[in-house]
């Protein structure tokens, strides 16, 4: 069994001020003995929020936080597979009135094909994502 971070657990940890080998060092206690990785949408996510920061050192932060991450777990894409099944899950979804934000969906979906769980700080966001079992961070 493995965990999926979701940015919120990541973003987190930033807030805090920890880099990203802080961060990951107090995942790792709190996973026991998981592997731990990214779906390249939280990757995405992360990017997103580094080229908004309201200042360049913020910004400079974020970037190598990203790239420390990166460089030390591993980062899986969102493969033909991921897609196939995400938009099979968005389309049902969809047809009951229930909307799926498509990154968490990305992500749950590439947590489901690894047999992973997903960490989150933002547990409601992954509970509509049928069959993924959500680690509240």
């Not at 580094?50 to 493969?79: D, G, Y």
């Amino acid at each position: 069994m493995g965990l999926i971070l979701d940015s919120s657990v990541l973003i987190a940890a930033e807030r805090r001020g920890k880099n990203a080998r802080q961060a990951l060092a107090e995942i790792a206690v709190r996973a026991a003995g998981e592997d731990v990785a990214l779906s390249v949408v939280t990757v995405l996510e992360l990017a997103h929020g580094a080229a908004r920061a309201n200042t360049p050192q913020r910004k400079a932060f974020r970037q190598q936080f990203i790239h420390e991450l990166m460089e030390a777990i591993p980062v899986h894409p969102v493969s033909a597979s991921v897609a196939l099944r995400a938009g099979q899950i968005d389309g049902e979804s969809t047809a009951r009135g229930v909307t799926l934000p498509l990154s968490d969906l990305l992500i749950g979906v590439t947590a489901l094909e690894l047999g992973y769980r997903v960490a989150s700080g933002n547990v409601r966001h992954f509970q509509a994502v049928p069959g993924v079992s959500v680690v509240p961070f």
